[in-house]
């Protein structure tokens, strides 16, 4: 997880939302710049705007994990992680495994949160998960580096519950980005608030009556009581792992990618090649997800977020990658007239849940053929995990677009050790 977070930050340093965050940190805020910035070798900005501008080059191309109940975790962690552990002092900088803890901790805080909720289990409609629980991840986590005590880190989490939440109104745009940026600066300030004495509700994740707290951000919300953790604590990460993406848009777009790209080899068994003007009709069966339901997107955020055009796209090219993305390539005719045949239903069956839905892509041909194609589990699901091979490859065809070769691979053999290191502020300074 940390090893592709960070490839997708380098990746997402090359896109125009992550130079629009970088300028505005550059420009406007000014303190002790000691913290790395993805893809900026040599570059340093005070620690929470370079934990904010990591952040939104980690989601600004929509290419980062993505855990069930629906959120983004690693972005929202590692940049906030990453800038403390060089704003330490030498005398205490936190070694490898105590990052790893902390991360860790930042996870688990994130995933507790959501188990409470049985709205949160189901794509969002509301607040985008990341800006709520991710700020909340964060301070956990930055807390734990930072070795403030219990009453600290409770008010930690008081503080970043105020910090928190961002509406789902602005998906698939270029504030989106801005989410994951602030959930991992916001909880990084609250715990450096706190750490400095300010104090907030200690309490603020119970579900109090008449005064709502972190249940605000969630209709139904039933938190529980957690044991003492002991030797034996069990992570969430052991019994849920995590989704990685193969190409750079919305997770339930791999759904409906594979299942276009299996009707596709159908196809060219059936006509010899992909002729589109053989297709009368194009059914996608999707879930209803309004946010991710866009017929005819104009822009590359918004095709990150459609059925139809990642449907269309792997259906017409075969693939969909980062070049799917282009202005060149979202804008082409042949495409628009494939989007043109698109029918969307939504199954009673198909939930908008990532643990239970199913992307499926039907050709009516007008020869009155039907080729049909269905995904239940695409390839890097956790039902269905990337490989280390197809992981690698992914991290080293990002990183490779900022960082020479082999500053890419000993960032591989870093990540690889982290837990025998003994300054982890080693591994931001490398980036």
């Not at 069966?285 to 990642?310: D, G, M, T």
């Amino acid at each position: 997880m940390i090893l592709d977070s960070i490839g997708v930050g380098l990746m997402g340093s090359t896109t125009p939302v992550f130079d629009i965050a970088l300028q505005y940190c550059r420009e406007l805020y000014s303190s002790v710049a000691v913290s790395s910035v993805y893809g900026r070798p040599g570059m340093k900005l005070s620690p929470t705007l370079a934990a904010f501008t990591n952040g939104v080059a980690t989601h600004s191309m929509d290419f980062d994990d993505t855990w069930h109940p629906a959120t983004h975790p690693s972005g929202a962690v590692l940049p906030a992680l990453l800038a403390a552990s060089q704003m330490l002092p030498p005398s205490t900088k936190p070694n490898g495994l105590d990052f790893l803890l902390a991360f860790n901790v930042g996870l688990e805080v994130q995933g507790r949160l959501m188990h409470f909720s049985t709205e949160a289990h189901n794509i969002p409609k509301r607040f985008h998960p990341p800006s709520v629980v991710g700020t909340m991840g964060s301070a956990a986590a930055t807390a734990k580096l930072l070795s403030l005590s219990m009453t600290q880190c409770a008010h930690a989490l008081g503080i970043a519950a105020s910090l928190a939440g961002a509406p789902m109104a602005n998906a698939a745009t270029q504030a989106k980005p801005l989410h994951i940026g602030n959930a991992t600066r916001l909880g990084f300030e609250a715990a450096l608030l706190a750490a400095r004495g300010m104090e907030a509700n200690p309490v603020i994740l119970d579900d109090i009556p008449g005064c709502s707290g972190f249940s605000a951000f969630y209709s139904v919300y039933q938190p529980k009581p957690l044991s003492t953790p002991s030797d034996h604590h069990e992570f969430l990460l052991e019994k849920q792992d995590i989704a990685f993406k193969r190409f750079p848009a919305h997770l339930g777009m791999h759904w409906v990618v594979d299942a276009a790209l299996s009707v596709r080899n159908l196809f060219i068994n059936y006509a010899g090649s992909f002729s589109p003007s053989l297709i009368r009709t194009i059914v996608l069966k999707i879930p209803v997800s309004k946010y991710i339901n866009r017929p005819f997107p104009s822009s590359e955020h918004q095709a990150r977020h459609s059925f139809q055009f990642n449907a269309c796209t792997a259906l017409l090219d075969g693939e969909v990658g980062l070049s799917s993305f282009t202005e060149s390539s979202i804008h082409r005719q042949e495409l628009r007239e494939l989007l043109d045949k698109v029918v969307v239903e939504h199954p009673e069956d198909n939930v908008a849940n990532f643990d239970k839905m199913y992307g499926e892509v039907a050709l009516l041909l007008h020869s009155g053929d039907v080729l049909t194609g269905k995904c239940d589990t695409f390839y890097g699901h956790w039902r269905k995990p990337l490989s280390r091979e197809s992981l690698l490859k992914k991290f080293r065809s990002n990183a490779s677009h900022v960082l020479p070769e082999e500053k890419v691979e000993t960032i591989i053999t870093m990540v690889d050790n982290l837990e025998n290191m003994s300054d982890s502020s080693q591994l931001a300074c490398s980036l």
